[in-house]
């Protein structure tokens, strides 16, 4: 018997960026895992050859019920943007979910010493990129009956809830994430467009890894004697938001791994 989540689910169609690693690969499988019967998934990151073996993974978990469209994406550049949506196929037009999952971060310095490259790019991903996606879902999503229907997904972080030192620029990122997102939910009240908020404390990702510039030494240390969340827990987070009855809006979350109270409160077990 389909479970409640397969059923509010079926046949919908999921737009994931940043799915090639991390959070948005475990909403991908996930969300397929979920609804393996009728569910077409169209999976954008830079790296396309991981979306390729994703996509791969995918149809030989599942099978055919799961369909999958690939698209390289750098959602910093808007004119990459404005092609998706114009470019997706028929096929997978119709985007029901979007999952606002790709970000960015390099290094923690510390104001006057932050790189301008990093500014702009952190920026342009976490920030414009994310309001350039949402817009386009929007354009698609309020097309539909009684004023709009979808779910749009804001993979945020505690980051954008309480800065620390060291993430002045990623922190701000993340808090105007949280005050688009917060702008967006009351502009839309009087359609069937659910806004949802994702904020997730520690998890272990590629993400860590990128932000010290490659240094796995350095990125290790950053959870070293700790348990924390694992992009699984956040994507089990995710689906079930997006599968709930149409009426019912999970609108903010967040999650800590057992040892965190906030992005400045951690308890290390030695």
């Not at 389909?2 to 991390?22: D, E, F, Q, R």
């Not at 920030?127 to 698609?140: A, D, E, K, R, Y």
């Not at 809830?161 to 005050?179: D, H, L």
Request: glycine letters at 8%.
């Amino acid at each position: 018997m389909p479970t409640n989540a397969a059923k509010n689910l079926h046949g919908k169609t999921v737009l994931i960026t940043g799915a090639s690693s991390g959070i948005g690969r475990s909403c991908a499988l996930e969300f397929a895992r979920s609804s393996p019967q009728k569910l077409h998934l169209v999976l954008t990151a830079r790296r396309v050859d991981r979306l390729h073996k994703l996509a791969g993974q995918i149809t030989e978990e599942l099978g055919e019920g799961v369909r999958v469209h690939v698209v390289k994406l750098d959602v910093s550049k808007t004119d990459q943007v404005s092609r998706l949506w114009s470019e997706l196929p028929v096929e997978f037009s119709k985007v029901d979910i979007l999952i606002n999952n790709a970000g960015f971060m390099s290094g923690y310095e510390r104001a006057p010493d932050i790189p301008s490259s990093v500014i702009d790019d952190v920026w342009a991903t976490n920030v414009t990129g994310l309001i350039n996606m949402t817009q386009g879902f929007l354009n698609v999503a309020k097309k539909r009956e009684d004023g709009g229907r979808g779910d749009i997904v804001m993979i945020g972080s505690i980051a954008g809830r309480e800065a620390y030192a060291g993430g002045s620029i990623y922190c701000a990122s993340k808090a105007g994430v949280k005050s688009f997102t917060d702008a967006v939910r009351k502009e839309l009240i009087a359609t069937k467009i659910r806004v949802i908020t994702v904020d997730p404390g520690q998890v272990l990702t590629e993400f860590t890894v990128i932000r010290n510039r490659g240094d796995e030494a350095s990125a290790d240390k950053v959870y070293e004697g700790c348990d924390p969340l694992t992009p699984d827990d956040i994507a089990e987070v995710v689906v079930f938001a997006c599968s709930r009855r149409e009426n019912v809006v999970v609108a903010d979350s967040m999650l800590f791994p057992n040892y965190q109270a906030s992005a400045l409160d951690l308890h290390r077990k030695l």
